[in-house]
């Protein structure tokens, strides 16, 4: 049985179980059994904050009249959100080089959806690598979508402010010409990259509102969560909504 750190009620394998079964419905996240002392971990500061004792309390809320807003607390305290601006750099040297040429050829209307986006390190990278291989951009209609299922990473995204040592990764051109540095030692996101971002909070197994199409998906670091069955019946939603000679990210 896991253990209770500062006090309170252990981890019971019934209430692991029933908080796996409602993450699993609100997210799609899979939680094996390994995940155990990671759920206790972070949602023992859930009941601090609730002021219980018990993961059995704990569910009663997740089942009752305030369960609804309360599994998006759930959600956001399990869901990892490791990021970084550029990474994995080789996917937005072929975005700058590769597609956004063959995109000019033909159109200047651009869409882009940055699907998991965490506290939007990835959609400013987006928007950074299409200002430096479109000076032309102001002249497009271009639009980045940035979602994600927690909401406190998306009003980070929507602030665009970020501590001097997360803006290591971004190229000395590229944040010299599109951040500024505040006095203490945050760096903010120029408006000329806040204004082709549109944050927003999407469940991806739930309902999409947006129609489409998307010209390229971002979906990376997402999936890993997700069992074979979801990721499937996923990847089939983004061949709906992608254009036939779009570019999925993964």
């Known amino acids: ?4 750190p500062h006090g309170g009620a252990p981890l019971s394998r019934e209430d692991f179980l029933a908080i796996s079964r409602m993450v699993r419905e609100s997210s799609g996240i899979v939680l094996s059994d390994v995940k155990r ?3 206790n971990g972070r949602l023992r500061r859930r009941l601090r904050t609730l002021g219980i004792g018990s993961f059995s309390e704990y569910r009663e809320i997740l089942e009752g009249p305030d369960g609804t807003e309360e599994r998006v607390h759930m959600v956001n305290a399990i869901t990892t959100n490791l990021t970084n601006f550029f990474r994995e750099p080789h996917h937005f040297d072929f975005l700058r080089n590769e597609i956004l040429p063959k995109l000019a050829d033909r159109r ?3 869409r882009i959806w940055s699907a998991g986006c965490s506290t939007g390190e990835e959609p400013y990278t987006i928007a950074m690598t299409l200002r430096q291989g479109r000076r032309d951009l102001d002249e497009w209609d271009a639009k980045i979508l940035a ?3 927690d909401t406190e990473v998306i009003r980070t995204g929507t602030r665009g402010r970020y501590a001097l040592e997360r803006t290591a990764q971004i190229p000395a051109e590229l944040r010299q010409k599109h951040t500024f540095r505040t006095d203490d030692d945050v760096v903010e996101m120029a408006q000329e990259l806040r204004s082709l971002i549109a944050f927003r909070q ?3 197994l739930g309902t999409w509102p947006m129609q ?3 010209d390229i998906i971002f979906c990376r670091n ?3 969560y997700f069992d074979k069955a979801t990721k499937q019946r ?3 939603r983004f061949a709906d909504i992608l254009k036939p000679d779009g570019y999925l990210f993964i």
């Open 234 to 236: 996923l990847f089939d």
């Open 1 to 4: 049985m896991t253990g209770a």
């Open 108 to 110: 200047k209307r651009l």
């Open 37 to 39: 002392d990671l759920v």
């Open 222 to 224: 997402v999936v890993i």
């Open 147 to 149: 979602t994600d299922i």
């Open 202 to 204: 999407l469940n991806l």
């Open 212 to 214: 489409g199409p998307f």
